[in-house]
């Protein structure tokens, strides 16, 4: 098979042979230490001569490129496969390990031995350097199975009272393949949310003023419309303020829902409507931002608020004159402001006082000013924006809307009686502001229409007009396209008249057509190295067509924790002599300022951290580290992104992975990634962990992160052998963007062979060595020190709790009781199944259970991450906003409702299934287990115990 190009960078000793610096024993009795050094001395000696034997056969091993900066970890062995047969490719079959070693071809299955550490020469080839492997092979053990490994090679803080056993990654059963009938790759199909661009409908025909049409071309690269957008244009565009009449009252202008793909373009639906009914007032030579808010745009989070906000600030920088010359900006008085809790109520309120035309804000926020703000303008608002009203609903947000609504209201009447009374009294009201009976148009903007949302739309919208992107029209020609011209509101209306709501059990979310889905069929413990090697391969494919521009990956995973470990494991692990680590995250400069510049470090980029007012750093430094490198993924940054993390380091972290750069990135991110964002340089979106809410839409948004306005995109899926129902299932679930009777959506299965190979390279077998060697590389990492294994643990478990909330419909599929828990383990880098957490980390999961629920409790402040004052706002918003944070509130609070209705189980053969405990909690459980929840959740009285570290 061929290298791929990506160098992998695996330090090995020049022995070839696993040999590690046994880390020293601390603690206990003096003499059980001199002990552990003679046993550890004993083994050392025992590896060096099985190396002096393999390599009197085999050529000795060239040199290494790098060695790690430490190896912490003991000497352990990893039981070989038993031999199994040779792959069908090529591969010339080789008569003796040594031969193995010089041979082109790879070494065979019988002849791999899964060892920590072997030779790697790395030899580069055009910009990314190929691998190119030179390894020695111990002898193939025959008694394949768990090796043992010495105990005194284990950490004092994790040291197992039992010798422990590592199992082999890989075994002789083979690995699961595609079934031989399954359909081969198929084509996608044409994009579904592109401009149109052989539609010969434009924005001119739409009725858009030519400003914004120029302005759109010019500056934003804006040139046709997209299917949503010429479907709700011709109506949205249809009134805008003539300063020159008092507006016609006897037609109120009806409410708007626009429901469309992902990618397909919403926002500018909404936000170029508003922009172009506002801009006439330009003329009024009275007009400026003290006229208070006019447009109000709610996004459920902090992200997505500031990505609208940053558009409508592109808008308003138009000119307001066509000639070319004079390109001046006469749209002044359109300012716009963002509020979500970022800087100061007080420094809030100013700009508030001042006026803010545009208003771009989370709800919780909004409802807060709203209450307490008396400066706050807005009794003239017409326009509010509830977009991605699925997720507010999903978030909590419905009281939070209900009160805004009342609020705005109240504030209007208030207003109107203030200029009737101004106007008896001649005191020229109505002079200052003739469009009170226009209304408000209300517009609700959603990718999916579900109950909740039908439920948002009763609530906010009057007589709403609802605007689909038709998919049937697609990119050709519109045969109403006469209609349009001559009467292009007409024809949008009676065209969204057209529109039939499907029911609810037909409704199908689409996802855009030229979207390539996959998914991988992984055995659990060969998770974490099937993730590496599949990251190395889209990097290594995207680096050879787009090196310009970067390239953007996200990685979806299902708990906060597991988005922190993984983040660190890959940046931190250290497979050869790279510095680039989690180390370096306290070398950053500091600054007195505490501003939110980054800085590189070592191939790391923090928020420069903040003195404490003593002139220590602030313990908050780690929390602020926006990228790390790997050395598995050469050129690469890595970041993070989850609801947790402060608020500024969240906005850095996404605007270093979303900007432009010659680096591939990659994300690691929950649920708080998965909708609205728009990262066009997104080229794949995996989800490592399936959605644990919101099933197929959750999962549609999420793969909606690519394939953007008409781009290609993958999306793949990481799933289980018991988990496989699950893609005839969500196939089902989703509809066809090119309409109906045009075939399903179908997911194509990749081999997790196919994957290994193409991300680890090397010939023959040799990948599972490579592979074997990465697993190892994090398994030291976590042994390395106690931090690296609670993260480790916390992670474990927090997939367990996170998997346990899989809503019943989806509980046929997602199981804990047949999760293999040790198999588990080793996808988070553990060596066996965490019996119970330490206490540091029952502890601090104990603590982010407290930050958790009292983020959630209504009324009670949420202390910061960083325990700074300023920031006690930000904090404060996330409570005040009820679910403002992220979903994962939402998801922790049903998770644990979950887990405390939960039986007692035990643990057997590494799997929780086994009923243990009295009657009535076996009562408990089978009334749990035949439908009596919500969410069913098989044991995790077990792993509530195994959490909180209680026997
Ligand atoms: N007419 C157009 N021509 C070219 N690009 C467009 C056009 N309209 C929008 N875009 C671009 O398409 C991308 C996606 O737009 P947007 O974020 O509004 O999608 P969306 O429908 O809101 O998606 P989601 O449901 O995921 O939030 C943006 O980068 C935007 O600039």
Not at 930 to 944: A, D, H, N, P, R
Request: net charge positive; aromatic share 6%; hydrophobic share 35%.
């Amino acid at each position: 098979m061929a290298d791929d190009g990506i160098e992998l960078n695996f330090a090995v000793p020049a022995s070839g042979v696993a040999v590690r610096h046994v880390a020293a024993k601390k603690g206990g009795r003096w003499t059980d230490r001199v002990k552990a050094k003679r046993d550890a001395r004993d083994s050392y000696k025992n590896l060096k001569q099985t190396a002096t034997n393999v390599s009197n056969s085999a050529p000795a091993p060239a040199p290494v490129p790098f060695q790690p900066k430490a190896q912490p970890a003991p000497a352990s062995f990893v039981a070989p496969p038993k031999p199994r047969p040779q792959p069908a490719a090529s591969v010339p079959q080789v008569g003796s390990v040594s031969a193995s070693v010089n041979a082109v071809a790879g070494p065979s299955r019988s002849q791999s031995i899964t060892k920590p550490a072997v030779s790697t020469i790395h030899k580069p080839r055009s910009s990314l350097p190929t691998p190119s492997v030179s390894r020695s092979h111990p002898p193939a053990r025959s008694d394949a199975g768990p090796s043992r490994l010495p105990a005194t090679s284990i950490p004092a803080s994790s040291q197992p009272k039992a010798p422990q056993f590592i199992s082999s990654l890989f075994t002789a059963d083979p690995l699961p393949a595609p079934a031989s009938s399954s359909q081969p790759a198929q084509p996608v199909g044409a994009p579904s949310n592109a401009p149109l661009v052989s539609d010969t409908s434009t924005f001119a025909d739409l009725g858009m003023d030519p400003l914004l049409i120029r302005h759109l071309k010019n500056k934003m690269h804006v040139e046709n419309p997209t299917g949503i957008q010429r479907s709700c244009l011709p109506y949205m565009l249809s009134s805008p303020l003539d300063p020159d009449q008092i507006e016609d009252t006897s037609k109120p202008l009806r409410d708007v829902l626009i429901q469309a793909q992902t990618g397909s373009g919403k926002t500018l639906s909404y936000l170029l409507p508003i922009i172009q009914t506002l801009l006439p007032l330009s003329k009024l030579s009275y007009i400026d931002r003290s006229i208070g808010t006019l447009a109000i745009i709610l996004a459920p989070t902090r992200e997505l608020a500031q990505q609208i906000s940053k558009v409508v600030e592109q808008l308003i920088s138009m000119s307001l004159t066509l000639d070319e010359e004079d390109d001046r900006q006469f749209t002044r008085w359109l300012v716009s402001g963002l509020l979500t809790g970022g800087s100061t109520r007080t420094h809030e309120k100013a700009r508030l006082r001042k006026g803010l035309p545009i208003l771009v804000s989370t709800p919780g926020r909004l409802l807060d000013h709203l209450q307490n703000t008396s400066s706050f303008q807005c009794a003239k608002t017409m326009f509010l924006v509830l977009d991605e009203a699925d997720r507010l609903m999903d978030l909590g947000f419905e009281e939070t809307i209900k009160g805004i609504l009342k609020a705005l209201e109240g504030r209007r009447k208030n207003e109107i009686n203030i200029e009737k009374e101004m106007d008896e009294e001649g005191g020229g009201g109505a002079m200052r502001w003739n469009f009170w009976n226009r209304g408000r148009t209300n517009i609700l903007c959603s990718a999916t229409v579900d109950p909740k949302v039908e439920k948002l739309s009763g609530m906010a919208l009057r007589d709403p007009i609802v605007f689909r992107s038709n998919p049937e029209k697609g990119t050709q020609d519109s045969p109403n396209k006469k209609d349009m011209k001559d009467d292009a509101v007409k024809a949008a209306i009676e065209e969204a008249g057209a529109i039939v709501i499907p029911k609810e059990s037909e409704e199908k979310f689409t996802p855009p057509s030229q979207l390539s889905q996959k998914y991988v069929v992984i055995p659990t413990k060969l998770r974490l190295v099937a993730l590496v090697a599949l990251l190395r391969s889209l990097i290594a494919s995207a680096a050879k067509v787009d090196t310009e521009k970067g390239t953007k990956i996200i990685v979806f995973l299902s708990s906060t924790d597991s988005v922190d470990f993984h983040w660190k494991l890959l940046g931190g692990v250290q497979m050869g002599d790279n510095n680039a680590s989690a180390d370096s995250e306290e070398d950053g400069e500091e600054d007195e300022d505490g501003n939110e510049s980054t800085d590189e470090v070592n191939g790391t980029t923090t928020i420069k951290s903040r003195k404490t007012k003593k002139g220590k750093k602030s313990s908050s430094s780690e929390s602020e580290l926006i990228t790390l490198s790997s050395p598995l993924f050469p050129n690469t940054t890595l970041h993070r992104l989850h609801g947790s993390l402060p608020l500024r380091t969240r906005m850095a972290s996404l605007r270093s992975f979303a900007g432009p750069s010659s680096q591939p990135s990659v994300l690691f991110a929950t649920s708080v990634a998965s909708r609205g964002l728009d990262l066009p340089l997104v080229r794949a979106v995996i989800q490592y962990d399936l959605p644990t809410e919101g099933g197929a839409n959750e999962y549609v948004h999420r793969v909606g992160r690519t394939a953007r306005a008409g781009k290609g995109g993958e999306a793949w899926a990481f799933i289980s052998q018991n988990e496989i129902d699950w893609v005839p299932w969500v196939e089902n679930k989703m509809g066809n963007a090119e309409g109906e009777g045009k075939g399903g959506v179908k997911l194509q299965q990749v081999g997790v062979e196919d994957v290994l190979r193409k991300g680890f390279g090397g010939q023959g077998y040799e990948f599972e060595n490579r592979a074997t060697e990465v697993q190892l590389g994090f398994e030291r990492w976590v042994l390395d020190g106690t931090q690296n294994a609670a993260l480790a643990r916390k992670a474990y478990s927090s997939f367990i709790r996170a998997y346990s909330t899989h809503p019943l419909e989806e509980k046929k599929f997602f199981h804990i009781k047949s999760v293999h828990l040790g198999h588990l383990a080793k996808s988070f880098a553990l060596r066996e199944a965490p019996g119970q957490l330490s206490s540091s980390s029952s502890s601090t999961t104990k603590n982010s259970t407290k930050v958790t629920s009292s983020a959630t409790a209504p009324g009670k402040k949420r202390k910061h991450p960083s325990g700074e004052g300023d920031d006690g706002d930000d904090a404060e918003e996330e409570v005040r906003g009820g679910k403002e944070l992220t979903a994962r509130n939402e998801t922790e609070r049903r998770m644990y409702e979950a887990v405390r209705k939960q039986g007692r189980m035990i643990k057997s053969g590494g799997k929780l299934g086994e009923f243990a405990g009295s009657n009535k909690n076996k009562k408990q459980h089978m009334s749990s287990n035949g439908g009596g929840g919500e969410f069913q959740v098989y044991g995790t009285s077990e792993l509530e115990r195994m959490v909180s570290g209680k026997k």
